[in-house]
């Protein structure tokens, strides 16, 4: 290869680069209405690094809003096939989604070379129940969110109870009564800087905390510690959160107008900048258009 072929190749990877570099959000502060009951923030932070938060706050109270965990799909003998957060949110008609529980077989090894793609078999860890089925047992010490009804949403330390109508794990409970969990104290040599996922609900059962913290990108979104995440999510109002999936699969998407998914933060996946990653299973929120969109839709019933 000559050197003018080498360094024309150098140069369409760079501007390819700085092309995925252009996608992602702006890095300003955002507050807005999304859907009935449906909030989105994005906070800029300075300290203790450049850090990007993005925030959807689900009202529990509000009417329509509901929840489906990923249902199974069994795939070449897993219990699930993987997608994207935005492929998920597309094929059940969500109106908020979010990536869920840590998985396997799972790969990174270069942009070209990484398992699983869209549509190959994994399987989560620790529970998952989608729709009253139990799809997944519980893994020995791996926290769940557990979602009985809109009025009853636990964090429980491992399984989920009977009734639970979506059921899906992480690995640890962050935070606790609105303090750090003493279970975190086991994890403090979990000091790497990553993107992060986390859902939390507030001490009066009113409101639930979708929350995605960008990282691995310098000077724009550096990463969190697993106990900088619980400390931003008491900031915001965290009575007491779960902490999902992290790294290249912390996405979070929301459908537009015309029903087409937007992803809200910038995914590092295989150290793309806005690259998804396919994933095991996901959290999806179903809500009502803002009033103002119901009538000019023809569909308001009031």
């Not at 409101?207 to 915001?236: C, F, H, N, P, W």
């Not at 015309?258 to 809500?287: D, K, S, Y």
Request: proline share 7%; glycine share 10%; charged share 20%.
């Amino acid at each position: 290869m000559t050197l003018g072929v080498l360094v024309a190749l150098a140069a369409g990877l760079g501007g390819y680069y700085a092309y995925r570099l252009s996608l992602r959000p702006e890095r300003s502060d955002e507050a807005k209405a999304l859907f009935e009951g449906i909030t989105y923030e994005r906070h800029i932070k300075a300290l203790p690094r450049p850090l990007v938060v993005h925030v959807v706050t689900v009202d529990l109270t509000a009417p329509g809003v509901d929840f489906l965990v990923t249902p199974s799909v069994l795939t070449d003998g897993y219990p699930l096939a993987s997608d994207t957060v935005p492929g998920f949110l597309s094929r059940y008609s969500a109106q908020v989604a979010i990536n869920g529980s840590f998985f396997t077989p799972h790969y990174v090894k270069s942009p070209f070379n990484y398992y699983p793609h869209v549509g190959d078999g994994v399987g989560s860890l620790g529970v998952a129940i989608s729709k009253g089925d139990r799809y997944n047992e519980a893994k020995g010490g791996w926290a769940a969110l557990c979602i009985i009804s809109n009025q009853d949403i636990q964090i429980t330390k491992n399984d989920c109870p009977p009734e639970t109508r979506q059921g899906i794990a992480g690995d640890i409970q962050i935070v606790k009564g609105g303090q750090l969990y003493d279970g975190l104290a086991v994890l403090k040599h979990n000091t790497a800087l990553y993107p992060r996922s986390a859902i939390a609900i507030n001490a009066d059962n009113t409101k639930l905390l979708i929350v995605a913290i960008d990282g691995r990108q310098r000077g724009y979104s550096e990463g969190v510690t697993i106990a900088e995440l619980g400390e931003i999510m008491i900031e915001l109002g965290a009575d007491r959160a779960l902490n999902f999936d992290g790294g290249g699969s912390t996405t979070l998407a929301v459908s537009d107008p015309e029903n087409q998914p937007v992803v809200l933060n910038a995914p590092f996946q295989a150290r793309i900048p806005m690259n998804l990653r396919p994933v095991a299973n996901h959290l999806g929120v179903f809500a009502n258009p803002l009033p103002a969109e119901r009538l000019s839709r023809g569909d308001d019933t009031e």
